[in-house]
Structure formats: C-alpha cells, structure tokens
C-alpha cells in the first residue's frame, strides 16, 4: 500500500535544516525577554515571606507586652534582695540600675527587684545578702530597713546616697554608729568629679569615667582597725598621682572609695553609668563574691565568637580560621544567620536565600563543628521587611527584633536622616510584628533550617546587634535556654510602667548570669575588632581588646569573650588571641564559662 504521508528524501533534509534554528530561536527569544541581572533567590518565597509585614498599624498598637517576674535567677543558689528608690527625678534611671545590679546577682543565685519604699520589717532575713542602690538623695528608706541594716546580720552592699539616713537621729547616735562601724557617712571627705580619673583595687588601677559622674564624697575613717578600705580614690594622672584637693581639707592621699565594716560594704556611688568606658563597674561586679561566695577561686576564662556566617560567606574564609584555632587549641563558636535577605543589585527588588540553598557554607560548617566550632542561631535574618533598619536592609547589616535610625545628635530631640559615618544609632521602638507568637514563629523557622542543613539542633541564640524588644526576648526565652551576647533591659519591666525606647540600659557581663529575661546569658565583654570608626565608635584593634581583657582581671571569675568577622585577615585574629592567653586565660567553650 503506498504511503501516501511519507516525505520524500529531499523534503525530510528542508524540515532538518527549517529545524535547527528553532532552539537557538526560542532560546533567543527567552533571554531577550528575561532581565539579565536577575540573581538566585530574586523574588523567591523565602524573599517574599522576610520582605512581607503582615500587621497593619492597628495590629502592632494592640501587640500585649510581655511581663516578667520581679523574682528570677537560679532558685538553687543564694538569696539577693536588690532595693533601688522608686520616687523622685531619677526613679527611672533607679529602676535601670537595679535590674542590672539583680542581674549581677544571679550570677550567684536567685535576685528579687524591689522599691526600697515597699520594705517591710524583717524581709532581708529571707535572703542571703541585700544590694540597696541610692539614687535620690531626697528619699528616705523607710525605717523598718534602716532598723534592719542596723541590728542585723546579713550582709548588706549599700551603693552612694542615703547612707547618713542610717546613722539614725537619736542622741550620741553618730557615736554609736562609728563606735561599731568605724566611720562616719555624715561627714564625708569631698574631692571633685574631674579629680579621680582612676581607683585602686587590689594593686591594679581601674578605669573611672568622668564624663556622666558627680563629686565623689569618700567615707571619712575615724577608727581604721574597724573599716577595711576595699578600693582607694586616685587623683590626677593613673600614672603620676597626686594628693586630693579634698574641701574643707589639706590634700590628702589614700582616701577610700569603698569600704567594708562588719555586716556592710559601703560605695561612694552608684558605678553603672557608661560602664563601657567606666571600669569601676568591674569593680562593683566583684564585691558581689564578699556579699555571697567569699570563698570562690579566681579563675581566668576566655571565649570567641565568629560572627555573621550565613549563605554568602565565604567557605575558605571559614575553613582557614576553622584550621587556625584548631591548631591553636582554641574551642569557638560561629553565629549562624540561617536566612539571607537583601536587594538585588539592581536595586528594584529583593532576593532570598537560606543554609539550604548554600551547600558549600554548610560544608564549611560541618568541618568547623568537627575542629571545635559550636554553631548558635544567630537571628534568623539578621533584618526586617524591606526597611533600612537603619542601613540597608540586608542581612548581617541591620535590626532584626527592634527598629533603629540614624540620628544627628546622640540624644533627644532627635533629627532622623541619612546614615552617615558619624551618625548615631538611635531606637525608634518595636518593629510592626511584635507579638511573642510572631518572634517565636521566625525564630523558629531559622532554627529549623539549620537543622535541615544537617547541622544539628542549635542550643544557644544571639541576638542581632544585641537588641531585641521585650516580645522578642520572650519569644527567645520560650525557645532557648541560654544567649551568648550583651543585652538591653528597659524600664517598666519591674515597675509596671510604659515601656518606651528612651528608657533602656545596656549592660554587658563580667560573668554567667541568668537574666530577668529568664535564660542563661554568656558573657561576650570585650566587643571585636574593627577595622574603620564606626557610629562615632573608635577602630578597636587587637590591642584594644587584649586591655579591655586586661581589664576585667579585677573580677575573680575573670573571662575575656569577644567576637571576630572571618572575612577580616587571620593575622588580627592570631594577636588577639595571642595576647588573651598570655595574658593568662584559658579559652573554653561557651557553654563552660562560669
């Protein structure tokens, strides 16, 4: 039968040569109509999910704030009462100052915040020590804990104001009080502000800041075989002192800027402003041991931590400071950004990766977890929604758990602009999806991919830049035990007031504590090295580091814990942890600091 649809020879050749341009063709057509700079991840769900904010204005104002318990800590170790002044000018700064003393205490055991107003007869006798933090000098303790700090026995931290108020005001009570204690807090010895740049504590010069500090009235010692000088005022330059200029007084050396007598330790003043130029705050955080575990051995510990590793790092870099610090015996940790979330090149959209996408970076992980890395989460994607927060919007750059801005001036009013190399870094409030449930969900989510990735189930968080809201500290707590940063606290979280972001405190550790929060904090105290000014921030070079570690040498438990970029060389890194070992740390895991 003839087949009648058969191409002849010469028509099959003409459809093989009409053919062949077709790919080439469609091919062209495709590209032609395709934007070449298009990136992996541009508008991929995991771009649209981090870039999307669900809330409306409406949903964020009706966001419940979180509460937290005036009582936390450890329930297994000591007892610490902390007492601040509720009332007057400074009863916000007051509130600050004792949940950051409170946090010191937990360091030790469990801490209760209190207003020095509300105490009642005989409640220090439930704890093991009590930490009172006079603020206002216009207040006065209640009677019931003046009676009790007179006639008791538990050990008793009394910080700056109020003090005379102790003396009491019955006859010849002035002679009673320094018959006992030895000295008399109604007639102190005062020397300038500008006078003490330094004091002295256990043969080292610590550091004092002037900048935000009063007029120093030291403790006048009448019977010295009762009051032990604990730190010592230092006038004029730390290297060539002189003697005081005290009112009212020839110049005198030696004058005491704490003293211990039976039960009570007393300071000058309260040293928790600016602490990150003012080292009597070490000083502070060590005489916590006198009040409750005099008998502790010192110990020096360091710790280090690799920062912003994430889906675009680079896999050399990390194996090469992975090989480093293996051979150098030196246990770290990587702070893992699971999610990474930026603008296209272009700038007119916006492109989403993770670990998952990024088989390189894992492997890369993978081979540091088995030379001694220890993998945290670190934020989820370390930004938020397509805000310049406040820089750019990118990973590893901006806010994740709290909306920033650049401002001109440090302090209010602000004026809000262009992120400048001299601008300040300033708070603006919570980002728009702050309610717990939101900030456990993203949370989570970073957590799972990392251990999608096959890395492992991550036991330790790191917040992004050190700040988070309220809510989000919640949401952490709720999926973490531990953080390993520094942190801000905010008033209201004691006191029942409005919490706003103008009033917060930033505090760094000297040591383990578990913080009002409700997790364990790892110290990270010696910041990193930077290689240009940064935010009216100085270049930190490894000298800089190795004298903040220097530094905390005051506190028994002494640790060193900084963080470290891996695109920076390895030759910063080497001298850094170089000189921390020399000067007599130990690194360890994290998890081990105490």
């Known amino acids: 039968m003839e087949k009648q649809y058969q191409l002849s020879r010469r028509g099959r050749m003409g459809w093989v040569f009409a053919l062949v341009p077709l790919p080439l063709v469609a091919a062209g057509v495709v590209f032609g109509l395709t934007d070449d700079s298009l990136v992996e991840g541009e508008n991929s769900l995991l771009a649209q999910h981090y870039t999307t904010v669900t809330n409306s204005d409406a949903d964020a104002s ?57 105490y009642t007869a005989d409640t220090m006798e439930d704890f093991d020590a009590v930490v009172y933090l006079g603020k206002d000098f216009e207040a006065t303790p209640p009677k019931a804990f003046l009676t009790d700090v007179r006639e008791g026995t538990v050990p008793v931290l009394w910080v700056e104001q109020n003090i005379d108020d102790l003396v009491g005001y019955e006859p010849d009570s002035i002679a009673e009080f320094v ?29 004092r800041n002037t900048l935000n500090s009063d007029t120093v009235y030291s403790p006048r010692i009448v019977e010295p075989g009762k009051a032990r000088t604990l730190a010592t005022i230092v006038c004029g330059d730390p290297e060539s002192p002189h003697a005081c200029d005290v009112v009212g007084e020839p110049p005198m050396t030696g004058l005491a800027w704490a003293v211990s007598s039976g039960h009570l330790i007393y300071l000058t003043e309260v040293p928790l402003n600016d602490i990150d130029q003012n080292d009597l705050y070490l000083i502070f955080s060590d ?16 710790a280090l931590r690799l920062e912003d590793v994430g889906p675009e790092s680079d896999s050399g870099d990390l194996r090469k400071v992975a090989d480093y610090l293996h051979d150098a015996g030196v246990p770290f940790q990587v702070a893992v950004m699971p999610v990474h979330v930026a603008r296209t090149p272009d700038e007119d959209g916006w492109y989403g ?39 750019s919007g990118r990973t590893g750059e901006d806010y994740e758990f709290y909306q920033y801005g650049c401002t001109v001036t440090e302090r209010p009013p602000y004026e809000f602009g262009e992120c400048e190399a001299d601008s300040y870094i300033t708070k603006i409030g919570p980002v728009a999806e702050d309610s717990v449930e939101q900030h456990v969900a993203r949370i989570e989510h970073g957590r799972q991919v990392m251990i999608d990735a096959g890395l492992g189930e991550p036991t330790i968080f790191e917040t992004p830049h050190y700040t988070a809201s309220v809510n989000a500290h919640a949401a952490i707590a709720a999926v973490y035990e531990a953080r390993y940063e520094h942190s801000d606290y905010y008033a209201g979280m004691v006191s029942g007031k409005k919490i706003t972001p103008t009033s917060y405190y930033s505090q760094y550790f000297p040591y383990t504590v578990h913080d009002i929060y ?64 020399k000067l007599g740390y130990t690194f360890v895991p994290v998890g081990d600091l105490r």
């Open 62 to 118: 009706a966001v419940k704030t979180a509460t937290f318990s005036p009582r936390f800590g450890r329930p297994d170790g000591a007892r610490t009462l902390v007492l601040y002044d509720g009332t007057g000018t400074a009863s916000v700064d007051a509130e600050l100052y004792g949940i950051a003393a409170a946090n010191l205490a937990t360091h030790f055991g469990e801490a209760e915040v209190a207003v020095v107003g509300d």
């Open 179 to 207: 018959s006992r204690y030895g000295w008399n807090p109604t007639a102190p010895l005062e020397v300038s502000n500008d006078q003490v740049k330094s004091v002295s504590y256990k043969d080292r010069s610590v550091r």
């Open 287 to 302: 005489l916590y041991y006198d009040l409750l575990a005099p008998g502790t051995e010192p110990v020096r510990q360091a």
């Open 353 to 391: 990766l993770s670990l998952l996408d990024a088989p390189k970076v894992v492997e890369a992980l993978k081979y540091m977890q088995a030379r001694g890395g220890t993998l945290i989460q670190h934020g989820t994607s370390h930004q938020y929604g397509t805000l310049d927060n406040p820089y």
């Open 518 to 581: 409700g997790t364990t904090v790892y110290p990270e105290n010696l910041g990193n090295i930077t290689e240009t000014e940064q935010n009216n921030h100085a270049i930190r070079d490894p000298e800089y580091i190795i004298d903040r570690a220097e530094a905390n040498l005051v506190v028994r438990e002494s640790t060193a814990s900084f963080f470290f970029h891996p695109y920076l060389g390895l030759d910063l890194l080497e001298q850094t942890v170089t000189g921390i070992k």
